[in-house]
């Protein structure tokens, strides 16, 4: 059997879900979507993927299945509530999660998979929505080695950056890591755009000013125009970016790491959360950072 000759079940057609769903089926690959809403569905069933009304029919009729949620509540509902890809998967089968759920979330849904004879892998990804279409974003995986090699194919259709970071819920450190990073670098730019404002510069000019020295980011790059402009349509939400933090600091808790600086990213998030402007991309922060400021 060739790789492609396996149907791929896939639960979650979000903005990233859509997508990689879509890749995979330029791939060549068969593939059985669900998702609670109808539209996504539809488009991807015009672009010429089967369905399926619940993640149990999914997994019935799948080899592998996938899951690109939103939260760990969300992963749960789906794998082993009722009608949930538990009641529909045999022994042998391969169980991807894509969401960012944290480590001990998803070696819990692992345990009671491994009841079934069914192995978990998680794989959750780092980059934007253009990211996904293009397939250039970062998968961090964790699960069995052999059992990832097995599946590679479908991570290489998927994302440009693929590594294997160690066992399952390893992928879940490194997102969360990569998400710790990516909140401080945009808070600390929105920090110094809003200085900059208060002493008169011209953001624009700071911008290009520090481009290409030590502060070079990859928020300098891919956000500053847009923070510096006050457009903040999502390529990854706030409200996203708050649940990833409190995993972080949950999971440093539980890790007894310390994390003086995402503990506070995580109150700037959750403030931006209150405030109602969750559905912000995370640079949005910018906004919060403007109305301590008193800058309009």
Request: proline residues 2%; contains cysteine; glycine residues 12%.
């Amino acid at each position: 059997m060739s790789e492609t000759d396996r149907t791929i079940g896939f639960i979650g057609l979000g903005i990233m879900g859509k997508p990689a769903a879509k890749n995979l089926v330029d791939a060549g690959y068969e593939l059985l979507v669900n998702d609670v809403r109808d539209e996504p569905v539809e488009e991807l069933e015009a672009y010429g993927a089967g369905s399926r009304a619940t993640p149990r029919a999914v997994a019935a009729d799948s080899d592998v299945v996938i899951t690109f949620l939103p939260e760990g509540k969300h992963v749960r509902e789906v794998v082993l509530g009722e009608d949930g890809v538990i009641e529909g998967v045999e022994s042998g089968q391969v169980y991807i999660d894509m969401s960012t759920i944290g480590s001990s979330a998803i070696r819990e849904v692992a345990e009671e998979l491994k009841t079934e004879g069914v192995d978990t892998i998680d794989a959750p990804v780092s980059g934007s929505e253009e990211g996904a279409k293009e397939a250039w974003m970062s998968i961090m995986i964790g699960g069995d080695e052999g059992t990832v090699e097995e599946h590679r194919d479908l991570f290489d259709v998927m994302g440009g950056n693929v590594v294997r970071v160690g066992e399952t819920g390893a992928g879940q450190v490194a997102k969360i890591c990569n998400n710790m990073i990516a909140a401080a670098e945009v808070t600390s730019l929105a920090e110094a755009l809003v200085f900059a404002e208060k002493a008169g510069i011209d953001q624009g000019n700071l911008v290009e000013a520090i481009r290409g020295g030590a502060a070079q980011t990859w928020a300098l790059d891919a956000r500053a125009e847009d923070m510096i402009a006050g457009e903040f349509d999502p390529g990854f939400f706030a409200s996203y970016m708050y649940k990833d933090l409190r995993i972080a600091t949950s999971d440093g808790e539980e890790y007894g790491a310390p994390q003086l600086i995402t503990s506070t990213n995580h109150e700037l998030y959750k403030s931006l959360e209150e405030q109602g402007r969750g559905d912000l991309d995370f640079a949005g922060v910018m906004a919060l950072y403007e109305d301590l400021a008193g800058i309009e």
